[in-house]
């Protein structure tokens, strides 16, 4: 069974502790069975690659590695902080759809 993650794709989330603590990304990447998620520009890590065929090249590469989910927050535009998610029941014509909202503000996230 897989868990459930406070993150999706696309995503803004600030860094709530590590070495990249207080920094802002865009979630790339999620992956609930393992409880990470891959953050634009953060928790980069360098890879030595080998070149697969004639004419590749080789080299140190810089890539973001997965960190762990609990590791970062919902990033709200309008506070400029990391917050909780909450949830509202908003009418869209004849559906009613839950989106999750600031738990401070109450802007839309």
Same mark, same amino acid.
């Given at each position: /069974? @897989?868990? %459930?993650?406070?993150? &999706?794709?696309? *995503? =803004?989330? /600030?860094?709530?502790? +590590? *070495?990249?603590?207080?920094? =802002?990304?865009?979630?790339?990447?999620?992956?609930? &069975?393992?409880?990470?998620?891959? !953050?634009?520009?953060?928790?980069? !890590?360098?890879?030595? !690659?080998?070149?697969?065929?004639? +004419?590749?090249?080789? +080299?140190?590469?810089?890539?973001?590695?997965? /960190? #762990?989910?609990?590791?970062?927050?919902? #990033?709200?535009? @309008?506070?400029?902080?990391? !917050? &909780? @998610?909450?949830? %509202?029941?908003?009418? *869209?014509? *004849?559906?009613? &759809?839950?989106?999750?909202?600031?738990?401070?503000? +109450?802007? =839309?996230?």
């Amino acid at each position: /069974m @897989a868990n %459930k993650l406070h993150v &999706r794709e696309g *995503d =803004t989330v /600030m860094v709530i502790s +590590g *070495d990249d603590k207080g920094e =802002t990304g865009k979630v790339l990447e999620v992956s609930p &069975r393992e409880g990470k998620i891959i !953050v634009e520009g953060l928790n980069k !890590v360098k890879k030595h !690659v080998k070149p697969r065929r004639a +004419g590749d090249r080789g +080299g140190i590469v810089e890539a973001e590695a997965p /960190m #762990y989910a609990c590791k970062v927050q919902l #990033y709200c535009s @309008a506070c400029k902080k990391a !917050v &909780r @998610a909450g949830h %509202k029941f908003v009418e *869209d014509g *004849d559906k009613v &759809r839950k989106v999750r909202v600031c738990a401070k503000c +109450g802007k =839309t996230l």
